[in-house]
Nanobody, 127 residues
Framework: QVQLQESGPGLVKPSQTLSLTCTVS??????????WSWIREPPGKGLEWMGA???????YYSPSLKSRISISRDTSKNQFTLQLSSVTPEDTAVYYCARAQYFSTVVTGSISPYDYWGQGTQVTVSS
């Protein structure tokens, strides 16, 4: 059914902007009432919810990233993008895009809203 695929550079220099694209097939990113989300997993740490863009185009961001994160979409290409500015080595992680059936910041567990995930893409921040 629905498939998500992350793409973008695997290496980003400190202070630059990390930019990733999630391409969705098998479903429209404008279909209610889904939320298209970005999640990351730093090495040795758990999954972290970063933010999401709703079917309506509304965006929601983690407070810890709010000053640096921007999520947008291109409905003609059925894609949504992540931009994370002023990156540091602490931003090194595997980045996932995923679909949430409803809005929630919960990533895992019995109440997780995510039904489809991309494979994930490694992004390393290093000079």
């Amino acid at each position: 059914q629905v498939q998500l695929q992350e793409s973008g550079p695997g290496l980003v220099k400190p202070s630059q902007t990390l930019s990733l694209t999630c391409t969705v097939s098998g479903g429209s990113i404008t279909t209610s009432t889904y939320y298209w989300s970005w999640i990351r997993e730093p090495p040795g740490k758990g999954l972290e919810w970063m933010g999401a863009i709703a079917y309506s185009g509304s965006t929601y961001y983690s407070p810890s990233l709010k000053s640096r994160i921007s999520i947008s979409r291109d409905t003609s290409k059925n894609q949504f993008t992540l931009q994370l500015s002023s990156v540091t080595p602490e931003d090194t992680a595997v980045y996932y895009c995923a679909r949430a059936q409803y809005f929630s910041t919960v990533v895992t567990g019995s109440i997780s809203p995510y039904d489809y995930w991309g494979q994930g893409t490694q992004v390393t921040v290093s000079s």
